[in-house]
């Protein structure tokens, strides 16, 4: 299996000279988002080493994370970071980032993964189809033709990473002989951490680096946070998102389609709060 680092498409294949800024430079929502999004997305490089060392002996997983995955979510991060910087060059992402990786850097750690292999992989698909969500809504928010070419390569680069994911999952539970339920807790549990941690983390530290004098005031965050949260729950791809969460728990199709439709309704309550 080929294996070469060659990365679908690159940053300089987008051209930021041609940055329609009038149609962003104004929107607080968006800038928020989108920065929390490349805080996160640029600490990939611990997560694969945490990643690599849990699946200690897998070699075909361990070579795709070190030489794609890895690749293609720091490059998530520095595309995101350039656009950020370039449409708001007053914003110090370096001391935004650094501050927000002391924080969320303690909990990336190889206690916050599943113990069992076949697990982990599930909430990876978990992780996966929230990134997924995220950049197919920004996609349909956005009307700036730079980002809108942007967050459709990141979107594309998530769904073809939650199918690996998936995959691989699909070996460990076999494996590991993985029941329903046991695979649910795990989709769960890592709901509610991303609920809870990523996009709160990296939303305070952006308002924290904007806002200095009102840091730790979560009225004020809330006032701020708040509108570009609800923009994005807005246009969560629900149908989307619920197929992609259930797939792992495999299960009978009319089951299945019973739990989808309900499910699609509070799916954007799933990644944010």
């Not at 002996?57 to 795709?64: A, F, R, V």
């Not at 924080?103 to 916050?112: I, P, R, V, W």
């Not at 590991?176 to 990523?198: C, H, P, S, T």
Request: some cysteine; overall charge negative.
């Amino acid at each position: 299996m080929d294996y070469s680092p060659v990365l679908p498409w690159t940053l300089e294949s987008l051209n930021f000279a041609d940055i329609d800024i009038a149609r962003v430079r104004h929107n607080e929502n968006l800038f928020l988002l989108l920065c929390g999004a490349s805080f996160v997305e640029s600490g990939s490089d611990l997560y694969t080493h945490n990643l690599i060392e849990h699946f200690d002996g897998d070699l075909e997983l361990q070579t795709w994370l070190r030489e794609h995955w890895e690749h293609e979510e720091l490059q998530h991060g520095r595309a995101l970071a350039a656009y950020v910087q370039y449409v708001w060059p007053e914003f110090d992402w370096d001391a935004g980032f650094q501050a927000f990786w002391e924080d969320y850097g303690a909990l990336c750690t190889n206690e916050h993964l599943e113990p069992s292999r076949g697990l982990e992989l599930a909430a990876r698909c978990v992780v996966e189809t929230g990134t997924a969500s995220l950049y197919r809504a920004l996609n349909d928010i956005v009307d700036e033709p730079v980002l809108k070419q942007l967050t459709n390569h990141i979107k594309s680069d998530e769904v073809r990473h939650y199918k690996h994911f998936y995959q691989a999952f699909l070996r460990y539970r076999e494996h590991e002989r993985l029941g329903r339920y046991k695979v649910f807790r795990a989709i769960l549990r890592r709901v509610n951490e991303i609920r809870n941690e990523d996009s709160d983390i990296a939303l305070r530290h952006v308002f924290n680096q904007c806002y200095p004098q009102h840091k730790d005031d979560k009225v004020q965050f809330q006032k701020v946070a708040g509108p570009a949260q609800a923009l994005l729950r807005r246009h969560i791809p629900a149908d989307m998102t619920v197929k992609m969460l259930l797939k792992p728990l495999d299960l009978p199709p009319r089951l299945q389609q019973s739990l989808e439709k309900p499910l699609a309704r509070i799916s954007e309550k799933l990644f944010l709060q």
